[in-house]
């Protein structure tokens, strides 16, 4: 922080692009002040948070599906591998033709990258099951749902964790992005307006409460992962 307000300062590196930090925790402090503000870190909290739920719910139910069904998993497996690559961003133009620069454009963006990182996972989950263990549970004849729930869910849980982990930073990445480009209100439009008027300090400022968001809801997801995986061998190593 300290080389950040006083190179800038110095000359070093052009403060018509790099502002010191102290102008840009000065423009964090008035941002902080408005309502507008905090309008925009809603709308991104809201578009993030209902993106990152229907990714996670339907990449959970999609992959215990696909992956606990040998048929499903070969036929779908080269449609997997083909569209899983394709970037959210390619999705863009399609997005605003559909939805111009409503809400849902953003939200297509942060579905799609994110049902991948969790389909991905829990497909691997799936996969790593005992066969044993699930063939003896059908051998007793219990019910689907019951094999699922008490054989294929434990082993697939570390593997939704991190799907969960992943998907939750992509999710926020793509919808900041979507809003800088399509224009959905929330604090990636903001940039974007900050940057075009020409109040560099106000972006940065605008940047860093992006990052700051990011890593919170990193240590949010970790923490999340380590309780409900507090009884997995590789949680209790970290711990102790």
Sequence with gaps: MLLLDVLPRLGVVDRQFVPPFGDMAAAL??????????????????????????????G??????????????EITASTIEFLRPIPSVALIPLAVLLFGTDLR????LVIYASFWQVLVQVLSGVQDVDPVAEQTARCYGLRRLTVVRTVIWPTALPYVMTGFRLA???????????????????????????????????????????????AGMNAVARAAQARMLRWHPSIRRELT
Excluded: C, K
């Design 29 to 58: 402090g008035e941002l902080a002040s408005t309502q507008d503000f905090w309008y925009s870190l809603g709308d991104t909290l809201r578009g993030w948070g209902i993106g990152f739920a229907v990714a996670m719910v339907a």
């Design 60 to 73: 959970v139910v999609v992959g215990v599906l696909i992956g606990s069904v040998p048929v499903l998993r």
């Design 105 to 108: 454009a953003t939200l297509i």
């Design 168 to 214: 939750a930073t992509v999710a926020l990445v793509l919808e900041i992005t979507g809003e800088l480009i399509i224009g959905t209100p929330g604090l990636g439009n903001r940039i974007g307006l900050a940057q075009s008027g020409g109040q560099i300090p106000t972006m940065y400022a605008l940047v860093i409460v992006a990052g700051l968001l990011g």
